[in-house]
């Protein structure tokens, strides 16, 4: 066996370890020399019974966050996999319309947004976008520089796209690394599509490339709404909408902005852990997109964690696999 590996320019480790308490040794190829050339070789010099590849195995990333065996959307759309490509990027900034955002969360802290061009207090629009000391976000529904999160639900929302993965806090995000932008279009009484419409415009303005829209209703289309995605989606911006928790099929009832028909909209139904519809969640062939995880979803919200059911917990699934995509292919469109 020596000389037939020598023959070959190999070698093998000099202590087979456990390997050799049941009859094999490891062989070293030098560079160049073929795998099946080299099986071969040895096998023709009937010095062995067996010549067999020694396979790299690919690890599935899994986080140490403690509620992560809790988050079984993550394993129904195959994140871990995603995770061994890229665990996200903080060049990519994903909006999120909603009730705000908690800010102090410490799964979240290190994923959040912050203008670089404007100085807090003021009182003077620096960065020249139109709001005054908008240094974490802007909260359209109160009119303020404060888009923390009075109701939780844009908390929720939060996590699931990219709560920081791996650092041993509350749960993981789709994306581990991202710039979450919180944009408060909601009040904890309900949310007005005009403010909606505003949102999508400072998340063009602010460089985002997807919006997240875990909100929606039965009302007729709006030509400030469509002209806002429009201005969206010319600024590169990918629209991730909930298509609703009415059991509805809106090919015939229209849930608006899931059902704009806008090439960067998509609207996302919810499923359950049978991967079947949810029984809450409007359909669609033609209005419906993609589904995804939206039953006893568990995420950030202020002050912890809890579980939440909805296509308002699907749509972030959605947005944070598009995020994910995005920081490896940043030259993607819509």
Known sequence: LAAAVAALGATTDPNPGLLGEIGFERVHLPPGLELDAARQALLDAGVVESAEPDYLLDVEKDANDPSYGALWGLQKIAAPAAWEQGVGSSA????????????THADLTANLWQSLGEQPGNGVDDDGNGLIDDVAGWDFANGDADPSDDHGHGTHVSGTIGAVGDNSQ????????????????????????THLAEGLLLAAKNGARVANASLGGFHAPLSYEAAAIASFEKAGGLLVAAAGNSATNIDDKPFYPASYP??????VAATDQ????????NFGVKSVHVAAPGVGIVSTVPGGTQSMSGTSMAAPHVAGAAALWLAKSPAATP
């Open 92 to 103: 990519i900034v994903v909006a999120v319309l909603d009730t705000g955002v908690d800010r």
């Open 262 to 267: 806008a090439p960067n909209v998509v609207a």
């Open 170 to 193: 509350a749960v993981v995000g789709v994306s581990w690394k991202v710039t979450l932008l919180p944009i408060k279009v909601c009040k904890p009484t309900g949310c007005q599509t």
């Open 274 to 281: 049978n991967d079947a519809l949810a029984s809450f969640s």
